[in-house]
């Protein structure tokens, strides 16, 4: 599988982004899709998970309520949806590919991965 990133940018608090990753090779209706982001000196986190086969969704408590996951099986593309950022949504974000639904948050446990798109958020 391979994965393309985008749609990262520069945004003031309060204001939305909606970055993509485009997604191409195997069957992905196997796969479980994430977001993760990491932010300058800290570990990456995650974000945000989805199941192409069934749509199920999982949020990071910290984002849960302003951010949401979503998929466009005839683009074979998955979006994150990022409502009232704050200074502390600021990182790389990533979206990754893993074969199994129960390790979706577990970022050693993906195989593919995009390149990242940085978002800042500006006080």
């Known amino acids: 599988v391979q994965l393309q990133a985008s749609g990262g940018g520069l945004v003031q608090a309060g204001g939305s982004l909606r970055p993509s990753c485009a997604a191409s090779?195997?069957?992905?209706?196997?796969?479980?899709f994430g977001w993760f982001r990491q932010a300058p000196g800290k570990e990456r986190r995650f974000v945000a998970g989805?199941?192409?086969?069934?749509?199920?969704?999982i949020y990071a408590d910290s984002v849960k309520g302003r951010f949401t996951i979503s998929r466009d099986n005839g683009k074979n593309t998955v979006y994150l949806q990022m409502n009232t950022l704050n200074r502390e949504d600021t990182a790389v974000y990533y979206c990754?590919?893993?074969?199994?639904?129960?390790?979706?948050?577990?970022?050693?446990?993906?195989?593919?991965w995009g390149q990242g798109t940085l978002v800042t958020v500006s006080s």
């Open positions: 090779g195997r069957t992905l209706d196997t796969y479980t």
């Open positions: 990754a590919a893993t074969t199994a639904w129960r390790w979706v948050r577990f970022a050693s446990k993906y195989a593919y």
């Open positions: 989805i199941d192409w086969r069934d749509d199920s969704t």
